[in-house]
């Protein structure tokens, strides 16, 4: 039962079950900051791998498992190690996996969107994430290394139809997130053709993320702390629900009245500006003495951008 794993705690979808439904490293994109190492599989041929029945029984006996173990499941979870839209039985499959009530989950690089039958299989899913790494053409090519056939036009067209869509059904979640290689979509133009296509999809919530596990590429580097701040930056100018998804997977941030435990949950995602660190202390009664003491611990740094000095979690840093 390989094809089903977890459940895995998920700072976006709380208990997550994983369904992995195409063989590993089976993508329609080579991405410089790929995980899943040099040896993948490049196709754009949708393709049967495994029935929707053998899943979804899988995750059936995966469920009774837990409910015996009084654990539950708040998400399933389609994110297989390559791309789950190669999958031609994934609407199928989307279709029966709601025989369990349980909202099911889809994370794809959204190159085969512009396919009309893609649309429809992810228009089933209750929660959707997007991959968007870049809007010019060269950026794209240079960060994702897609397959020869795919079409950038066709999948920024595919993504707005298909945002559109989605939309129309309030419970549905749509989200998107953007890769930040230092040097390659970092650059404030980029930044900002992105914050500009992104905003009109209006997702729920746009997610920044850099490279945590050793990349495809070795001298691919991740964005640095003013890379990310000025993206927040510029993505925030453009869209209301910004976070940086950086392989922190704990509490999402809370006001728990203790101040460094704040300040390290909420700086993992997003940046925290001087007079917003200033107003949780005093809220909490404390002085600048606990920001100076996890800057010295190297768990915050500091980054000025625009003027505004912000603090932001260190990410090289295992916490
Ligand atoms: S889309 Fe995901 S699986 Fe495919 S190459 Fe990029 S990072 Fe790897």
């Excluded at 964005?223 to 927040?232: E, G, N, R, V």
């Excluded at 925030?236 to 009245?257: A, D, H, M, R």
Aim: glycine content about 4%.
């Amino acid at each position: 039962m390989l094809e089903i794993f977890g459940p895995v705690p998920s700072r976006r979808l709380g208990q997550s079950l994983g369904i992995n439904n195409i063989p590993p490293k089976h993508c329609t994109y080579s991405c410089v900051y790929c995980q899943l190492g040099k040896a993948l599989y490049m196709t754009t041929r949708r393709q049967s791998f495994f029935s929707p029945e053998y899943l979804v029984a899988s995750v059936r006996q995966r469920l009774s498992e837990l409910e015996a173990g009084n654990e539950t499941i708040d998400y399933l979870t389609v994110v297989p190690d390559g791309e789950p839209t190669l999958d031609n039985n994934l609407r199928e499959l989307v279709h029966r996996l709601k025989e369990f009530a349980i909202p099911v989950a889809i994370i794809t690089n959204a190159s085969l969107i512009w396919n009309a039958e893609v649309r429809e299989s992810l228009l089933e899913a209750d929660w959707v994430s997007l991959k968007v790494d870049a809007i010019s053409d060269l950026v794209w090519r240079k960060i994702d290394r897609p397959h020869k056939s795919l079409d950038h036009h066709e999948i920024l067209a595919g993504i707005n139809q298909f945002a559109n869509r989605f939309r129309r059904n309030s419970q549905h979640k749509l989200m998107t997130e953007t890769m930040l290689v230092e040097g390659i979509n970092t650059g404030i133009a980029e930044l900002r053709r992105l914050a500009e296509f992104i905003g009109p999809l209006q997702p729920d919530c746009a997610y920044l993320s850099i490279p945590t596990r050793p990349p495809a590429e070795a001298d691919v580097v991740a964005a640095d702390k003013t890379s990310l701040t000025q993206a927040y930056d510029i993505y925030t100018s453009k869209i209301p629900c910004v976070e940086y998804l950086i392989g922190y997977e704990g509490n999402s941030f809370s006001n728990t009245g203790n101040s460094r435990n704040d300040i390290l949950s909420i700086t993992a995602v997003h940046p925290m500006r001087e007079d917003a660190i200033q107003t949780l202390l005093e809220r909490n009664g404390n002085d600048h003495s606990i920001v100076e003491q996890l800057v010295r611990e190297q768990l915050v740094e500091v980054s000025c951008y625009n003027g505004n000095t912000y603090y932001v979690r260190n990410y090289s840093r295992k916490h």
